[in-house]
């Protein structure tokens, strides 16, 4: 027999999965399935178990209360950069492309102030055309931003096509700002108009 209290301030209370609960107890992943269901334990969705295991110290992210005038701004500003240059299609992440390092650094700094996430764990793309000097670019976007390079993916490189207005615009290429967290999407995803 597994005790409930036991089973309760492993499982609930510290997070542990049932994998780590048979290791920590030496006995069958079974045998705490088991003790759950007789001890009335609910089990966490496979979602929520995988969020759990990525952020085992809980959500890398909280959202500032009290916000002051300037931040009241910068959030109705982040959500609405979120609401039309965001990429909501994706369910597992936080994602907005552009060319203008102005618009990238504004919603950085939304992320930053309003959710308190760490600058370090963002993650960005490059997408240029051929005819965009990689090393350039890359650098140019480092600097911008003050990011690292270790923050940026492997660039994607697209076919020149015809010269154009779009092209001038993107000089340095399109970045793509990342962050992981599905549970911040699905935040920022709610507090959009429908």
């Given at each position: 027999?597994?005790?409930?209290?036991?089973?309760?301030?492993?499982?609930?209370?510290?997070?542990?999965?049932?994998?780590?609960?048979?290791?920590?107890?030496?006995?069958?992943?079974?045998?705490?399935?088991?003790?759950?269901?007789?001890?009335?334990?609910?089990?966490?969705?496979?979602?929520?178990?995988?969020?759990?295991?990525?952020?085992?110290?809980?959500?890398?992210?909280?959202?500032?209360?009290?916000?002051?005038k300037d931040e009241a701004e910068l959030?109705?500003?982040?959500?609405?950069?979120?609401?039309?240059?965001?990429?909501?299609?994706?369910?597992?992440?936080?994602?907005?492309?552009?060319?203008?390092?102005?618009?990238?650094?504004?919603?950085?700094?939304?992320?930053?102030?309003?959710?308190?996430?760490?600058?370090?764990?963002?993650?960005?793309?490059?997408?240029?055309?051929?005819?965009?000097?990689?090393?350039?670019?890359?650098?140019?976007?480092?600097?911008?931003?003050?990011?690292?390079?270790?923050?940026?993916?492997?660039?994607?490189?697209?076919?020149?096509?015809?010269?154009?207005?779009?092209?001038?615009?993107?000089?340095?290429?399109?970045?793509?700002?990342?962050?992981?967290?599905?549970?911040?999407?699905?935040?920022?995803?709610?507090?959009?108009?429908?």
């Open positions: 027999m597994i005790n409930k209290d036991i089973l309760e301030d492993l499982y609930v209370n510290k997070k542990f999965s049932m994998m780590d609960i048979a290791r920590q107890l030496n006995c069958s992943q079974h045998k705490v399935s088991y003790w759950m269901r007789q001890h009335l334990i609910a089990r966490r969705s496979i979602s929520d178990a995988i969020y759990q295991k990525h952020n085992p110290k809980g959500d890398p992210f909280i959202l500032k209360k009290n916000l002051s959030l109705g500003m982040g959500l609405g950069l979120y609401w039309g240059e965001g990429t909501k299609a994706n369910r597992h992440s936080v994602r907005l492309g552009n060319t203008d390092p102005a618009l990238i650094k504004t919603f950085i700094k939304f992320l930053v102030e309003i959710y308190s996430i760490d600058k370090a764990k963002l993650r960005f793309g490059l997408q240029l055309f051929t005819d965009i000097d990689k090393e350039e670019a890359i650098n140019f976007w480092i600097d911008e931003l003050d990011v690292l390079r270790s923050q940026f993916y492997k660039i994607h490189v697209t076919i020149s096509g015809s010269i154009g207005t779009y092209r001038k615009k993107s000089k340095y290429g399109v970045v793509t700002l990342y962050f992981l967290n599905k549970k911040l999407r699905d935040l920022l995803i709610d507090m959009l108009p429908r």
